[in-house]
């Protein structure tokens, strides 16, 4: 498996929050994405990146933003957490711009 | 707007069955079209087609790709208990960073 993990992995937090979600590959990969996963609607790319500092919006960007600092480090915050922002979200790095290879997930609730 | 749809959206079969599972797709400036496994965690990769016509074999896995008809098919011989996941298919664009992704085809394989 690809190095990548997530974390947390669970989290519970409540509407108006702020909440950051952390990528972390070992991978050296160039790209890295965040997608969520909600029933009904499949994986949708919320941002991605083609290296550090480098970051551009995805199909669900709206509520989250994203840094990258170093090329292993990729963070998802959502600056006020809403309902509709429960979800599993995934990771993804690249080397190229093709197969993509996922991180374990993070499942969030928000209350 | 990009598209991809899996049929059928699930299906039921025993153990030692040959099962089919479709995707077809609509992506302007098309560069590759992936399949991934999900069980109960992060998508696994299994196959990236960016030819037409080329099978993809990893043991009792194929895929081939159609891109005059534009779909692409996944089978699975024999199959096991252990290949119940739900199957995702996704596009890839030259004009873009996302994996467009199908909603899945939730297989469960029966003793």
């Given at each position: 498996?690809?190095?990548?993990?997530?974390?947390?992995?669970?989290?519970?937090?409540?509407?108006?929050?702020?909440?950051?979600?952390?990528?972390?590959?070992?991978?050296?990969?160039?790209?890295?994405?965040?997608?969520?996963?909600?029933?009904?609607?499949?994986?949708?790319?919320?941002?991605?990146?083609?290296?550090?500092?480098?970051?551009?919006?995805?199909?669900?960007?709206?509520?989250?933003?994203?840094?990258?600092?170093?090329?292993?480090?990729?963070?998802?915050?959502?600056?006020?957490?809403?309902?509709?922002?429960?979800?599993?979200?995934?990771?993804?790095?690249?080397?190229?711009?093709?197969?993509?290879?996922?991180?374990?997930?993070?499942?969030?609730?928000?209350? | 707007?990009?598209?991809?749809?899996?049929?059928?959206?699930?299906?039921?079969?025993?153990?030692?069955?040959?099962?089919?599972?479709?995707?077809?797709?609509?992506?302007?400036?098309f560069r590759s079209l992936?399949?991934?496994?999900?069980?109960?965690?992060?998508?696994?990769?299994?196959?990236m087609l960016t030819s037409s016509g080329i099978e993809k074999?990893?043991?009792?896995?194929?895929?081939i790709l159609d891109k005059?008809?534009?779909?692409s098919?996944?089978?699975?011989?024999?199959?096991?208990?252990?290949?119940?996941?739900?199957?995702?298919?996704?596009?890839?664009?030259?004009?873009?960073?996302?994996?467009?992704?199908?909603?899945?085809?939730?297989?469960?394989?029966?003793?």
């Amino acid at each position: 498996d690809a190095g990548i993990t997530q974390s947390p992995r669970h989290k519970v937090t409540e509407t108006g929050t702020p909440v950051t979600l952390r990528c972390h590959q070992t991978e050296n990969h160039r790209y890295m994405y965040w997608y969520r996963q909600d029933p009904g609607h499949g994986l949708r790319l919320i941002h991605y990146s083609y290296g550090v500092k480098d970051t551009d919006k995805g199909e669900v960007s709206d509520g989250y933003s994203v840094s990258r600092s170093k090329t292993e480090d990729f963070l998802l915050t959502l600056e006020s957490a809403t309902s509709s922002q429960t979800s599993v979200y995934f990771c993804a790095i690249s080397e190229q711009l093709t197969e993509q290879f996922f991180g374990p997930g993070t499942r969030l609730t928000v209350l | 707007e990009d598209k991809v749809v899996q049929s059928p959206l699930s299906l039921v079969v025993h153990e030692g069955d040959t099962v089919t599972l479709n995707c077809s797709y609509e992506v302007t400036n098309f560069r590759s079209l992936l399949w991934y496994k999900q069980e109960k965690k992060a998508p696994t990769f299994l196959f990236m087609l960016t030819s037409s016509g080329i099978e993809k074999k990893s043991g009792r896995l194929s895929s081939i790709l159609d891109k005059k008809e534009l779909f692409s098919i996944l089978n699975i011989t024999a199959t096991q208990t252990g290949d119940s996941a739900v199957y995702l298919c996704a596009v890839n664009s030259n004009s873009g960073y996302a994996l467009n992704f199908g909603k899945g085809t939730s297989l469960l394989v029966t003793p």
